[in-house]
């Protein structure tokens, strides 16, 4: 009777122990390749530029696996059921773009201007800057339901970062944008964090008034519009957007926070009225303001003609550039397999480079199978995430997992589509590739808070607590 008891009960657990495995040992694996690939890109590019392996090869393949080697710990510490993928994508684009960084790094025109010669060095300090973040939230965030207590407070800390490039003294004007603040010889993208903090408010706000907001009051043209008491808070964060397009002349910005809130909007209410809806009032928000602005005109006519701006450039009319083209070229020259590591003229675009047009270094060099390799590995961090919101239980982890998701893959969009002529130029960098702190810094917490969802929805329910009819209903049982 007792072994006919005993059998169930070990046969149970160690189908639970199968079911759930921590798969930090994949991890680990997918890590060492995520370092080693970067690092033989470092000694290709040294022997393409300089017919010798660069003397720093073994520092900076040492620094690079130290870092993942960090993260890798104390996500097997913290959060042994997170996601397996997402740490080592991250660490392999972030390690690509030092390898493009300091490439560029050794062109002597970007020297002579002072715009390249040390990127790559500082670039190593922000990705340590980055990682250390991201130990911080895997550490300190024991829960990620605990954000939801924040959900107002977000919503005014997202005001207050998106606000202080405006104030006078604080924000700095760069090429047009005015999306930095400066304090001495320090500078910071603030907007690059207020995503992650609007991500916590959205999720938070929508899952208290999903049940209202999927209300419809009428039809017309076969989509259910909204009742109008629930579009206030939409037309409040259209007209923030809007606001961050005239003030900072950002198109990139406030694209990505509109485009965020519609995405998370439809998952939470299921209704396909509010894509549309979206969608509509982006355009008109975006074409209003171009209509008004210079600097969003300027950039919509390098992309209806990027030649026609090239030759103004060159001709050194006021207000044009030749980047849009240049890029253009820096594809084509690449070809279908690329001339090869450290073998492309990418730095004739000279200052954008090695931030906003640092794909185009990617296209040239390693081609369209390689640009096609770099966004499938921002493909598969997306459909990690969405994965993630898909698995977690509770419907706060579901938005703030499919909100930071969303808003990655619209920044990735948002850059690779203005570099590739797809759509204007918005100035927002490349994650994880492009040279810039507070971009790499804030998307290393972005991948720690989906890890730390990711945990919680993988880790294997607790065991019920113990029965003491338990025993009788296996015996009753045939």
Same mark, same amino acid.
């Given at each position: 009777?007792?072994?006919?008891?005993?059998?169930?009960?070990?046969?149970?657990?160690?189908?639970?122990?199968?079911?759930?495995?921590?798969?930090?040992?994949?991890?680990?694996?997918?890590?060492?390749?995520?370092?080693?690939?970067?690092?033989?890109?470092?000694?290709?590019?040294?022997?393409?530029?300089?017919?010798?392996?660069?003397?720093?090869?073994?520092?900076?393949?040492?620094?690079?696996?130290?870092?993942?080697?960090?993260?890798?710990?104390?996500?097997?510490?913290?959060?042994?059921?997170?996601?397996?993928?997402?740490?080592?994508?991250?660490?392999?684009?972030?390690?690509?773009?030092?390898?493009?960084?300091?490439?560029?790094?050794?062109?002597?025109?970007?020297?002579?201007?002072?715009?390249? !010669?040390?990127?790559?060095?500082?670039?190593?300090?922000?990705?340590?800057?980055?990682?250390?973040?991201?130990?911080?939230?895997?550490?300190?965030?024991?829960?990620?339901?605990?954000?939801?207590?924040?959900?107002?407070?977000?919503?005014?800390?997202?005001?207050?970062?998106?606000?202080?490039?405006?104030?006078?003294?604080?924000?700095?004007?760069?090429?047009?944008?005015?999306?930095?603040?400066?304090? !001495?010889?320090f500078s910071i993208q603030p907007g690059e964090?207020?995503?992650?903090?609007?991500?916590?408010?959205?999720?938070?706000?929508?899952?208290?008034?999903?049940?209202?907001?999927?209300?419809?009051?009428?039809?017309?043209?076969?989509?259910?519009?909204?009742?109008?008491?629930?579009?206030?808070?939409?037309?409040?964060?259209?007209?923030?957007?809007?606001?961050?397009?005239?003030?900072?002349?950002?198109?990139?910005?406030?694209?990505?926070?509109?485009?965020?809130?519609?995405?998370?909007?439809?998952?939470?209410?299921?209704?396909?009225?509010?894509?549309?809806?979206?969608?509509?009032?982006?355009?008109?928000?975006?074409?209003?303001?171009?209509?008004?602005?210079?600097?969003?005109?300027?950039?919509?006519?390098?992309?209806?003609?990027?030649?026609?701006?090239?030759?103004?450039?060159?001709?050194?009319?006021?207000?044009?550039?030749?980047?849009?083209?240049?890029?253009?070229?820096?594809?084509?020259?690449?070809?279908?397999?690329?001339?090869?590591?450290?073998?492309?003229?990418?730095?004739?675009?000279?200052?954008?480079?090695?931030?906003?047009?640092?794909?185009?270094?990617? !296209?040239?060099?390693?081609?369209?199978?390689?640009?096609?390799?770099?966004?499938?590995?921002?493909?598969?961090?997306?459909?990690?995430?969405?994965?993630?919101?898909?698995?977690?239980?509770?419907?706060?982890?579901?938005?703030?997992?499919?909100?930071?998701s969303g808003a990655f893959a619209l920044q990735?969009?948002?850059?690779?589509?203005?570099?590739?002529?797809?759509?204007?130029?918005?100035?927002?960098?490349?994650?994880?590739?492009?040279?810039?702190?507070?971009?790499?810094?804030?998307?290393?917490?972005?991948?720690?808070?989906?890890?730390?969802?990711?945990?919680?929805?993988?880790?294997?329910?607790?065991?019920?607590?113990?029965?003491?009819?338990?025993?009788?209903?296996?015996?009753?049982?045939?």
């Open positions: 009777m007792s072994s006919s008891t005993n059998s169930p009960t070990h046969h149970t657990s160690t189908i639970g122990a199968i079911g759930a495995p921590s798969r930090r040992n994949t991890e680990l694996a997918l890590l060492v390749f995520a370092v080693v690939i970067p690092v033989f890109a470092y000694a290709n590019v040294g022997l393409a530029i300089n017919d010798e392996v660069p003397a720093g090869l073994l520092s900076y393949g040492l620094g690079l696996g130290l870092l993942a080697g960090v993260g890798h710990l104390v996500v097997r510490k913290f959060a042994p059921y997170a996601d397996p993928l997402m740490l080592p994508l991250a660490t392999l684009l972030n390690g690509l773009g030092l390898v493009a960084i300091w490439r560029l790094d050794q062109s002597e025109l970007l020297q002579r201007i002072d715009q390249a !010669g040390n990127a790559a060095p500082r670039q190593l300090m922000y990705t340590a800057m980055g990682i250390a973040l991201f130990v911080a939230v895997m550490i300190f965030l024991k829960d990620h339901r605990v954000l939801q207590r924040y959900t107002y407070i977000s919503m005014v800390g997202a005001l207050v970062l998106l606000l202080l490039p405006l104030v006078p003294g604080l924000g700095k004007n760069v090429f047009g944008a005015r999306i930095w603040i400066q304090v !001495g010889s964090f207020a995503k992650i903090v609007l991500a916590i408010f959205f999720a938070g706000y929508l899952m208290v008034k999903r049940d209202a907001l999927a209300l419809a009051s009428r039809r017309f043209m076969g989509l259910y519009l909204p009742r109008g008491r629930d579009l206030g808070p939409i037309l409040v964060v259209w007209a923030m957007s809007i606001l961050i397009l005239v003030f900072e002349t950002d198109l990139g910005t406030s694209l990505l926070f509109f485009g965020m809130f519609v995405i998370m909007l439809y998952v939470a209410t299921e209704r396909t009225s509010w894509i549309v809806f979206g969608m509509l009032m982006s355009a008109v928000g975006a074409v209003g303001v171009a209509s008004f602005e210079p600097h969003i005109q300027q950039r919509v006519d390098a992309w209806l003609d990027p030649m026609r701006e090239y030759m103004l450039s060159r001709e050194q009319v006021v207000g044009h550039s030749e980047q849009a083209m240049q890029a253009l070229w820096a594809f084509g020259s690449g070809g279908t397999l690329g001339t090869g590591w450290g073998q492309g003229h990418s730095d004739l675009i000279r200052f954008a480079s090695n931030s906003d047009f640092i794909l185009a270094t990617f !296209g040239e060099e390693l081609g369209l199978a390689g640009l096609m390799a770099i966004i499938l590995l921002y493909a598969l961090i997306v459909e990690r995430g969405v994965r993630t919101a898909l698995a977690a239980r509770d419907p706060f982890g579901k938005l703030l997992a499919i909100g930071l990735v969009f948002v850059v690779a589509g203005g570099v590739m002529g797809l759509i204007p130029l918005t100035g927002m960098t490349m994650p994880f590739l492009a040279y810039g702190g507070s971009s790499v810094i804030a998307n290393w917490a972005l991948i720690g808070i989906l890890l730390r969802i990711s945990d919680t929805a993988r880790r294997p329910a607790p065991a019920a607590p113990a029965n003491p009819d338990a025993e009788m209903t296996q015996v009753v049982r045939p």
